[in-house]
């Protein structure tokens, strides 16, 4: 039964990156969509391997804190804030009337307003502030030569490399792409200016 669920969860991973790439110009149209996945899964090993080594269980710890917990924490603060005040909270409740045919009440709006963005960034903070302080560590494996099976050891310095960036590369596209839409002049050239613009206003 887990293989299966870990089959077929792969099966929705792969078929949403592979879409992500269709819709874009990396991958020639030329060559068959299952070459494509073949190699895509041929690389995907490659880069799972390390994490089946004997020390693979310390990588999956440093992934599954920073790959996913901070990232997810930014990503919905700046979602927050881009629908909640950049959009406007008037015109996303008209939206969401239009859909579901039921407007937002007064709560609904104070948590998206308010509530949501200083809850976010309260524990961004602390969390930030709490790997700074105390450190990336890890529990190391000693087997019975001490009292406990394992002792705390810090992530050596490629492991604060690493960890850094796994947390930038999820979300700093969001502010360079705020600002390529608000400075079009500094990002595109001017072919593409035109393009930019209409696609700002939109």
């Known amino acids: 039964m887990l293989f299966m669920l870990g089959i077929d ?8 990156m592979l879409t992500a790439l269709d819709d874009t110009t ?10 494509v996945i073949a190699m895509f899964c041929g690389v995907s090993f490659l880069l799972g391997l390390p994490f089946c080594m004997s020390n693979g269980d310390y990588l ?12 997810l924490m ?25 859909m579901t045919g039921y407007y937002p009440n007064i709560v609904f709006r104070v948590l998206w307003l308010v509530i949501t963005p200083i809850s976010l960034l309260a524990i ?24 406990s099976w394992a002792r705390e050891m810090p992530y050596p310095t490629w492991g604060w490399l690493l960890a850094a960036f796994l947390v930038f590369s ?6 360079i792409m705020a600002l390529m839409a608000f400075l079009p002049d500094w990002f595109w050239p001017s072919v593409l200016r035109p393009a930019a613009a209409s696609c700002r206003s939109t």
């Open 74 to 98: 930014f990503v919905a603060f700046f979602e927050v804030i881009a629908v909640s005040w950049v959009y406007g909270i008037d015109r996303f409740c008209r939206d969401f009337e239009d």
């Open 124 to 147: 961004l903070i602390y969390s930030i502030v709490d790997q700074a302080q105390y450190g990336i560590k890890y529990d190391a494996l000693v087997g019975c030569m001490e009292e």
């Open 170 to 175: 999820s979300f700093l596209f969001i502010p």
């Open 60 to 71: 999956v710890d440093l992934f599954d804190t920073f790959s996913a917990n901070f990232p």
């Open 9 to 16: 969860s792969q099966f929705a991973g792969i078929e949403g």
């Open 26 to 35: 990396l991958v020639p149209k030329k060559i068959p969509r299952t070459i």
